[in-house]
């Protein structure tokens, strides 16, 4: 039983949570709105690794273009996460997907990451550049 509740403590305390908030805008189409998931990356860019360990889904969320969205999950990882969003949209006609990768951005003091606005473009996408990026 102890090496039960001392396996569990070890898995609590292993696992990393993800807070990010935003929204997404487009300059165009208005519909349908952009599906946004908050993902963590294992070896999707690895051949043949990507067969047996593929990237983990922690959360999703439909919203209306300029409105803000709240997305949060937890991953139990040996090392570090490496979450990004995957932004599935027709801004522009053709569906689409958009990686923002979340490494790049710090989270506040309270663990939350504030990307403010996605704002898609023809070629990707821009975010404000005031932004709290890791240099």
Not at 34 to 48: A, G, I, K, Q, T
């Amino acid at each position: 039983m102890f090496y039960l509740v001392f396996l569990a403590l070890i898995v609590y305390g292993a696992a990393e949570t993800t807070s990010v908030r935003g929204s997404v805008h487009c300059g165009l189409k208005k519909s349908p709105p952009p599906l946004v998931m908050l993902m963590e990356e294992d070896f999707s860019n690895v051949f043949l690794l990507d067969w047996f360990d593929t990237d983990d889904f922690l959360d999703e969320t439909r919203v209306e273009y300029g409105e803000h969205f709240t997305l949060d999950g937890s991953e139990i990882e040996i090392f570090s996460t490496e979450p990004y969003l995957l932004i599935i949209h027709s801004c522009f006609g053709a569906p689409r997907q958009d990686v923002v990768d979340l490494s790049n951005f710090a989270p506040n003091p309270l663990g939350i990451i504030h990307l403010g606005h996605i704002v898609l473009t023809d070629t990707g996408y821009t975010m404000d550049p005031k932004q709290q990026r890791i240099h």
